[in-house]
């Protein structure tokens, strides 16, 4: 399986900076025939189902503030939260479809300074 | 819109089985794969399971392969998760969650979960 592996596991942010979340997946996630990154990015509110965010690394899901952008390709990815809100305050976790045995990373949890 | 709408909470005992069910509505139903994943607790999330909206066939992940059965019924748009031989590891939130398109891995409308605490 590919491993997918977040940094940092918690971030302290103050209101209105901008939080960077890593993650680094076991393999590249790449597709070469259509230049696709197969990546995601999620937000989990507690008590909440996860949210989609980010797809194909970049791919802004319909409704997502343009506040949350992805970025990075191959094996190295970053979730970039500008203009940090209180309630941004969530669990964001990437995953890879690039194997049909999908994967998660551990999560990192966003929390306001 | 899209809804999946999941069954309640369960409590079961090691060796027991469970049968989670996932009510979809909103779109066409047959169109779109549906999948499975656990999160136990303060574990990441866990992919389990997809079943294919062509054909109806599942695939495994293959921690779950020989112990979880995915079905649907197309007539109740419902899909459900049965999993066998409960231990206390299999506590945890059951989600299904509907693709992005026929099968692509990207999980695009979530249930709210179910809870299953599995307790002698």
């Known amino acids: 399986d590919i491993v997918m592996t977040q940094s940092p596991d918690s971030l302290a942010v103050s209101l209105g900076e901008r939080a960077t979340i890593n993650c680094k997946s076991s393999?590249?996630?790449?597709?070469?025939?259509?230049?696709?990154?197969?990546l995601a990015w999620f937000q989990q509110k507690p008590g909440q189902p996860p949210k989609l965010l980010i797809y194909?690394?970049?791919a802004r899901e319909s409704g997502v503030p343009d506040r949350f952008s992805g970025s990075g390709s191959a094996t190295d990815f970053t979730l970039t939260i500008n203009n940090v809100q209180a309630d941004d305050v969530a669990v964001y976790y990437c995953?890879?479809?690039?194997?049909?045995?999908?994967?998660f990373g551990q999560g990192t949890k966003l929390e306001i300074k | 819109q899209v809804q999946l709408v999941q069954s309640g909470t369960e409590v079961k005992e090691p060796g027991a089985s469970v049968k989670v069910s996932c009510k979809a509505s909103?779109?066409?139903?047959?169109?779109?794969?549906m999948h499975w994943v656990r999160q136990a607790p303060g574990q990441r999330l866990e992919w389990m399971g997809w079943?294919?909206?062509?054909?109806?066939?599942?695939t495994y992940s293959q921690k779950f392969q020989g112990r979880a059965t995915i079905t649907w019924d197309t007539s109740a748009t419902t899909v459900y998760m049965e999993l066998s031989s409960l231990t206390s590891e299999d506590t945890a939130v059951y989600y299904c969650?509907?693709?992005?398109?026929?099968?692509?891995?990207?999980?695009?409308?979530w249930g709210q979960g179910t809870l299953l605490i599995v307790s002698s």
């Open positions: 969650a509907r693709d992005i398109s026929i099968i692509q891995g990207v999980f695009e409308y």
């Open positions: 909103g779109y066409t139903f047959t169109a779109y794969a």
């Open positions: 079943i294919n909206s062509g054909n109806a066939n599942p």
């Open positions: 393999q590249s996630v790449l597709y070469s025939s259509n230049n696709k990154n197969f």
């Open positions: 194909w690394a970049s």
């Open positions: 995953q890879q479809y690039y194997s049909v045995f999908y994967t």
